[in-house]
């Protein structure tokens, strides 16, 4: 069962994720077997690795305030996004990843590839984070989204199309990791967990399928220890039995599904 929980999970978990999938499972197994077990067969969690920023300053005065302030929490989804752009290296080229996540659910909202630091790259991943909230029926006015002052955040159009959906733009400081740290730690995890351990990548087109399957596991799969222990998607979804949108009388509710 320890085999089959990590390699079901791309062969990243350690210990203490094996340990909690068995138990969610209903194996009530004790954490010191499972970490004598996962010694034995030689099973370990994967490492991660910081690599070089991909931010390429926007040029220009910018007037968005940082409405973060490093403080990246929220007591509900659609509070506060974070967006933020990496790099995989393919046979064919360098390929550029944009990626959007509530800080909430840790959940990835919206994400896209593109072969260049294009702005259409950021731009797409944001369109794919509103169009999937609101699919699910979700209000995202208020909605505070915050990125560093890379080129791609910094473009009229990106800033026009926020405004339009209710929300409102928040930067850090050019260079600093630590304004966009939630941003910063996801791209690791990407990077690790798909990038290098499931690598070398023939072109963008066998990345792009590998991509979707791994968010796809990273929101409804994927235990996270900074909410419980649970997947993304299980974290949202608690939320909102515990918390239901109020309705008007002779209002229709909004699907999630």
């Known amino acids: 069962m ?4 990590h390699a079901e999970n791309y062969g990243v978990y350690g210990v ?10 209903g194996h009530p197994v004790a954490r010191c077997t499972v970490e004598r077990l996962m010694r034995s067969a030689g099973l370990r969690g994967i490492t991660r690795a910081k690599g070089p920023r991909t931010t390429v300053p926007g040029s220009g005065p910018d007037s968005r305030p940082d409405l973060v302030d490093r403080a990246f929490t929220a007591t509900g989804p659609d509070q506060l996004w974070v967006a933020d752009i990496t790099y995989c290296r393919t046979f064919s080229g360098w390929a ?7 800080v909430y659910s840790r959940r990835v909202v919206g994400w896209q590839l593109s072969r260049s630091l294009r702005t259409d ?6 369109e794919m984070g509103l169009w999937t909230r609101r699919r ?4 995202l006015g208020g909605l505070i989204h915050h990125s560093d002052k890379g080129v791609q955040y910094l473009a009229v159009r990106y800033t026009q199309r926020l405004a339009e959906a209710g929300a409102v733009a928040s930067v850090g400081s050019t260079g600093d990791s ?5 941003a910063e730690a996801f791209n690791s995890l990407f990077k690790a967990e798909l990038v290098r351990n499931r690598g070398p990548w023939k072109n963008i087109d066998d990345l792009e399928i590998a991509v979707a399957e791994y968010i796809d ?5 994927r235990l996270h220890g900074e909410i419980g222990l649970i997947p993304p998607a299980e974290y949202e979804d ?6 239901p949108a109020p309705t008007s009388i002779g209002a229709s509710v909004p699907s999630l599904h």
């Not at 320890?2 to 929980?5: A, D, G, K, L, Q």
């Not at 630590?178 to 939630?182: G, H, I, K, R, T």
């Not at 596991?217 to 799969?221: G, K, P, V």
């Open 238 to 243: 608690t939320y909102y039995r515990h918390n």
């Open 2 to 5: 320890i085999e089959r929980v």
């Open 178 to 182: 630590y304004e966009d740290a939630l």
């Open 136 to 139: 699910a029926g979700r209000d």
């Open 217 to 221: 596991w990273f929101n409804h799969r």
């Open 96 to 102: 550029y990843a944009a990626f959007v996540i509530d």
């Open 121 to 126: 790259l950021a731009f797409d991943a944001l």
């Open 16 to 25: 203490r994720k094996v340990h909690a999938e068995l138990r969610r499972q």
